[in-house]
DNA sequence: CTCCAATCTGACGCTGGCGTCAACTTTGAT
DNA sequence: ATCAAAGTTGACGCCAGCGTCAGATTGGAG
């Protein structure tokens, strides 16, 4: 509790580290009553699904008061917005890193499936809550920017692919949409029928890859 | 459920017949309310999606009092839950006959999908409906029966047409859900950035049709 | 140690939607 | 024309969940 007050010392540093703990408490709990509230929204949502959850679940599971949710969150959306933009903010890097390592376009579709489906449904709170709130997790991640980003990643290098023969040539914007909701519908449908990830993102790769084919190139 | 009271009278007439209005007043207001009721929820799941709207909406809607409403439905569940079912019942015939009416395994897949792309996305409110509940037409859709039987019909053809050499061999249910799955999706999407049915069927028909090709045969 | 500001607390009032039910209206049989 | 049964009505009581705010608590600067 001082690092940064005496301001004669810390002229040049500061701004960069975060490590060495200059954390005061008033800082370490508000950190840790914003993370409450965050582990409340993943259980809860995962449990009961976003439509079902109240603010009130997570403010009980989060063993907070009422007025302290509202000192951080103004709703349960802004706590599912913060967990799906979570979740995509993680999922964003693997796909380009997928993309970076593959040698051809079958293995970039391959992986990035692999890699989508790793990210969605490693994590068993996670899955659940992909499988109890899709429509909301759907909704959330339509109108936030992250999605946004992904998808338009996706389909300029898509769009690249067609252009370098890599790949046939086909509705982008569709393939995308494609590509992005049967994930997530395979993923639920899939694992609720006891699908390992690995045999759903197998089969995503095989169906996409050789759909593509399908398609006429220009 | 109905119609049938006047038994003396019918004896051997009506039970077929439903046109020459034997109705009686009392019949007539039971039927004219059942239908407001589900004409208001058209719209009004059209209009605000299943979770937002209310019983109260639909009593509003349809111009009965709250009572009477609880005399034909026992919540709004009910009612969509009907509504749902009703383009099933009309879809799942449409998918029988394209199976029937074509030629070979490209004509059945490609029909199929016009068939489902059609009936889902062929009128105006049924889409937005489709657009707007997505969720709960999803989760209607698969504790209802109806799409059992949907999918097991498919599946049955598509595990035929494996064996039968016709279509490759793949994990049918898999393959099931992401052609149900799928075809929800990107109708939604789709329809949301102004493709035309057209356009979603064909695209549909190509990705999964060559899609199919990448599995093995056996 | 003192004291202000930041933060937490939970009871409170409010809203909106739910399902009911006693009173009323309509139907159709006699 | 009469009347019982069927059906309709909407005001009513109820409750879950919301967001607030006055007062209690806590952190940390002096």
Do not use: H
């Amino acid at each position: 509790m001082n690092g940064e007050t005496s301001d004669a010392v810390g002229a040049g540093v500061s701004t960069e580290r975060a490590e060495p703990a200059p954390l005061g408490r008033r800082a370490q709990t508000k950190r840790a009553n914003r993370t409450a509230i965050l582990d409340a929204g993943r259980r809860v949502f995962a449990g009961v699904g976003y439509d079902a959850a109240t603010v009130r679940d997570l403010v009980r599971e989060s063993g907070l008061s009422p007025g302290t949710f509202y000192n951080y969150f103004p709703d349960k959306q802004a706590v599912f917005r913060e967990l799906v933009d979570e979740i995509l903010r993680e999922l964003r890097p693997r796909l380009v890193r997928a993309r970076a390592e593959s040698i051809d376009a079958a293995g970039f579709v391959r992986d990035a499936f692999a890699a989508a489906v790793a990210t969605l449904l490693g994590d068993p709170d996670r899955f659940a809550l992909l499988q109890r709130s899709t429509s909301a997790f759907r909704s959330c991640v339509f109108d936030g920017e992250q999605l946004t980003l992904l998808a338009d990643e996706l389909r300029t290098d898509l769009e690249s692919a067609s252009d370098a023969g890599t790949l046939p040539s086909f509705p982008a914007e569709l393939m995308t949409a494609a590509m992005i909701g049967t994930t997530i519908e395979v993923g639920a449908l899939g694992s609720q029928m006891g699908r390992t990830p690995d045999e759903i993102a197998t089969f995503l790769g095989t169906l996409f890859l050789s759909g593509m084919a399908g398609f006429v190139t220009p």
